[in-house]
């Protein structure tokens, strides 16, 4: 059965900082944990940061130069660092994995910017 779950979220004052994680277990490891996605309310959950097999990187234009994702094998681990936050980052953050064709998403992790 696979599990990921999220954590690190929290309240922070723009300007701010938070590191989110997610932590893999079950059939899946931290090589298949690919992204981090947020929704905000009424909105359609959007991609913020891909990691790709090879280590490669991709971010969403919003927060290029902010955030910067990676992941640590050894821990089955997926992070997103959070820098120079915005009100406008606001929103749930969930992970998401992949084994095959199936995907998997953690619980999500509410993060709350404030100005």
């Known amino acids: 059965q696979v599990q990921l779950v999220e954590s690190g979220g929290g309240l922070v004052q723009a300007g701010g900082s938070l590191r989110l994680s997610c932590t893999a277990s079950?059939?899946?490891?931290?090589?298949?944990?690919m992204a981090w996605y947020r929704q905000t309310a009424g909105d359609q959950r959007e991609l913020v940061a891909r990691?790709?097999?090879?280590?490669?990187?991709m971010y969403a234009d919003s927060v290029k130069g902010r955030f910067t994702i990676s992941r640590d094998l050894a821990k089955n681990t997926l992070y997103l660092q959070m820098s120079n936050l915005k009100p406008e980052d606001t929103g749930v953050y969930y992970c998401?994995?992949?084994?095959?064709?199936?995907?998997?998403w953690g619980q999500g992790t509410q993060v709350t910017v404030f100005s």
């Open positions: 998401r994995g992949a084994v095959g064709s199936a995907l998997y």
């Open positions: 079950g059939r899946i490891f931290s090589q298949n944990l």
């Open positions: 990691i790709y097999g090879g280590g490669s990187t």
